[in-house]
């Protein structure tokens, strides 16, 4: 089922101690305001089980910001999809462009890591997004067209139908830059239209497309009105509690 989430994405911020006051902090707001989207908190690998344990499960789920394209062995300093699920965590994202862009993540590797965090019971939250140069020259379909197709489309219906997609324009990650909310639907519309043509209509309908960029409290509202646009993924607006609960307040 289509679901409206409100993803945060710690990236590499907070010592452990600074995490878990975080997490407790948003799971505050969220005992006295129960939301209405599902609330995920994307924390570095050492947070996992902290943060598992610091929050209520009803209202926060947790998710790793990466796993490995290894299922297990001797691959000094990767942590696997297994052992992110063996913290308690149930998502993981997976494609961020930070991660495609520093550390040369291809398609073919992304396709790997998303079998793994399927097989290990992880649901992943696959990004994709073009740069400015490619929105220059109007390709930005083509290249999120291949980036679902390369990466994704092995997936059988039922497996697709556990990816929550995060449409991010690389050109709107951190830079106060925001897609306007008719560039985010125009886009979010033909995700939803490659995905209708492979999978058919109503696998397409019940795909979650995340929007993500510079997104907060002051935008997301008029951004998640939008028919494709079911949530956010959140980078620095996550940070903060109360920031992060003004945009999760976007659908109350
Ligand atoms: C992100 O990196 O996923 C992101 C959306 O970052 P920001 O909100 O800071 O632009």
Same mark, same amino acid.
């Given at each position: 089922m289509r679901q409206k989430i409100v993803a945060g994405n710690w990236k590499m911020n907070k010592t452990l101690q600074e995490g878990v006051e975080l997490a407790k902090n948003v799971n505050d707001i969220l005992a006295k305001n129960a939301p209405k989207c599902t609330v995920i908190l994307g924390t570095p690998f050492i947070h996992l089980t902290e943060v598992v344990k610091t929050v209520d499960s009803k209202n926060i789920k947790v998710a790793a910001e990466n796993c490995a394209d290894?299922?297990?062995?001797?691959?000094?300093?990767e942590v696997s999809a297994a052992m992110v699920k063996s913290t308690g965590a149930q998502y993981v994202i997976l494609g961020h462009s930070e991660r495609r862009t520093y550390?040369?993540?291809t398609d073919a590797i992304l396709k790997e890591k998303v079998d793994l965090a399927l097989a290990n019971g992880l649901l992943p939250i696959f990004c994709i997004g073009e740069v400015l140069e490619q929105r220059e020259a109007g390709k930005q379909n083509e290249v999120v067209k291949a980036q679902v197709e390369n990466a994704l489309?092995?997936?059988?219906a039922d497996d697709f139908g556990k990816i929550v997609l995060a449409y991010e324009p690389v050109w709107a990650i951190g830079t106060g830059k925001t897609a306007t909310s008719a560039q985010a639907e125009e886009i979010h519309a033909y995700i939803r239209s490659v995905i209708a043509a492979k999978y058919g209509k109503e696998v397409a309908d019940n795909t979650t497309i995340l929007y993500g960029g510079s997104c907060k409290a002051s935008n997301a509202k008029e951004l998640f009105?939008?028919? @494709?646009? @079911?949530?956010g993924l959140i980078?620095?607006?996550?940070?903060?509690a109360e920031d992060f609960y003004g945009i999760i307040e976007a659908y109350n």
């Amino acid at each position: 089922m289509r679901q409206k989430i409100v993803a945060g994405n710690w990236k590499m911020n907070k010592t452990l101690q600074e995490g878990v006051e975080l997490a407790k902090n948003v799971n505050d707001i969220l005992a006295k305001n129960a939301p209405k989207c599902t609330v995920i908190l994307g924390t570095p690998f050492i947070h996992l089980t902290e943060v598992v344990k610091t929050v209520d499960s009803k209202n926060i789920k947790v998710a790793a910001e990466n796993c490995a394209d290894m299922a297990s062995g001797a691959y000094t300093g990767e942590v696997s999809a297994a052992m992110v699920k063996s913290t308690g965590a149930q998502y993981v994202i997976l494609g961020h462009s930070e991660r495609r862009t520093y550390y040369g993540e291809t398609d073919a590797i992304l396709k790997e890591k998303v079998d793994l965090a399927l097989a290990n019971g992880l649901l992943p939250i696959f990004c994709i997004g073009e740069v400015l140069e490619q929105r220059e020259a109007g390709k930005q379909n083509e290249v999120v067209k291949a980036q679902v197709e390369n990466a994704l489309f092995h997936l059988s219906a039922d497996d697709f139908g556990k990816i929550v997609l995060a449409y991010e324009p690389v050109w709107a990650i951190g830079t106060g830059k925001t897609a306007t909310s008719a560039q985010a639907e125009e886009i979010h519309a033909y995700i939803r239209s490659v995905i209708a043509a492979k999978y058919g209509k109503e696998v397409a309908d019940n795909t979650t497309i995340l929007y993500g960029g510079s997104c907060k409290a002051s935008n997301a509202k008029e951004l998640f009105a939008q028919p @494709d646009v @079911d949530g956010g993924l959140i980078g620095g607006a996550s940070l903060k509690a109360e920031d992060f609960y003004g945009i999760i307040e976007a659908y109350n």
